[in-house]
């Protein structure tokens, strides 16, 4: 909970810095999403078919127990007098949790930076996921009758499950852009 607080304040204090800088700074918030159901990474369905042929529906194992919430969006900060732009990506996803998969809550900022360096040059740098909190997704086996761990998501036995674990699904990026303009 310390953390957030720090991200929070992190922005509150970019926020004054730039609207302070100039008379003719302006603050929007942009929000691209705002759903309720859980967006960080796949969920298996538990319906599988055994090596035997024989199908199997495990499905009350994967049913989320949490109140499903993400949002995500973008809060710009624009300075018209310097012609630059300050944007901060945002993401938070309330998590999930079942008998057989298991994910933290996560929030996740980003800094992005953009403006003209002269009349003819544009230029623009972004890092995604700068700061991030949260997220861990882990699966747990099933038992069969005799007490052997196998996967309920594939049927798969444990072990050889290993490969095809749910692991998050939101990666970080660096961008730079230059453009010029003729």
């Given amino acids: 909970m310390k953390q957030k607080n720090v991200i929070f304040l992190i922005i509150i204090h970019m926020m004054v810095l730039l609207n302070s800088s100039a008379n003719s700074a302006e ?8 759903s309720n159901d859980y967006s960080q990474s ?13 199908t199997f529906d495990t499905s009350n194992y ?5 109140n499903e919430f ?11 007098k310097t012609k ?8 938070y996803d309330n998590g ?12 996740d900022l980003g800094l992005s930076l953009s403006g003209m360096l002269s009349d003819n040059f544009i230029y623009g740098v972004s890092a995604s996921s ?3 909190y949260g997220g ?45 303009l003729f």
Avoid: M
């Fill in 84 to 91: 630059h732009t300050l944007s901060i990506p945002f993401y």
């Fill in 136 to 180: 861990e997704v882990r699966e747990y086996p099933c038992l069969d009758s005799f007490q052997r761990e196998f996967h309920c998501g594939t049927g798969l036995p444990w072990t050889d499950a290993k490969s095809f674990l749910i692991k998050g699904n939101l990666n970080g990026h660096i961008r730079l852009k230059i453009q010029y």
């Fill in 96 to 107: 999930y949790q079942s008998s057989l998969f298991n994910a933290q809550e996560r929030f």
């Fill in 42 to 54: 796949k969920v298996w369905s538990g319906v599988f078919t055994a090596p035997n042929g024989k």
């Fill in 27 to 34: 603050t929007y918030l942009k929000i691209f999403s705002l």
């Fill in 70 to 80: 993400h949002v995500n969006g973008e809060l710009f900060l624009i300075n018209l």
């Fill in 130 to 132: 700068l700061l991030r």
């Fill in 62 to 66: 994967y049913r989320n127990t949490r």
